[in-house]
């Protein structure tokens, strides 16, 4: 229990340090915690593969986790320098950032599996969660 709570408090650590604020000020420990929360929701991925389709071999279940890990991984870190980049270039946080920055780490995962189809979807997908999120913030709203 002790170890849930610490993750728990380490991501709400993260929400209010650097994925609320990506307002072009130091990106680089934005890309690096969104990159290191990306490889955290990798492993769980990786994990919840591993129990319900079962790999034929413990090594092939091992490249399959870093497969995932570095996919989110890269996914966070190109969402945190996307969205940064705009902030700093624009002056502005604002919702279109978080949907650009979703948009590209979505359009990642669509080159990494080849697929145009998967790319847009992602786009929308990813984009549009973020820009959900950043309206949450704005507007005081917390998830429970």
Known sequence: MATTNAVIDWIKEIKHTNFVNMDGTNPTAKMVDNARFGGYVGLVWAAMHGIFIHPPSAGMALLSAANKTALFAIMGATFAGTTSALASATGH???????????????????????????????????GLAALRKFYDENGWEFR
Do not use: E, H, M, P
């Open 93 to 127: 946080d604002r919702k279109l950032n978080y949907f650009v920055g979703g948009c590209t780490a979505g359009t990642f995962l669509g080159a990494r599996s080849k697929s145009i189809a998967v790319g847009a979807q992602g786009c929308v997908f990813f984009g």
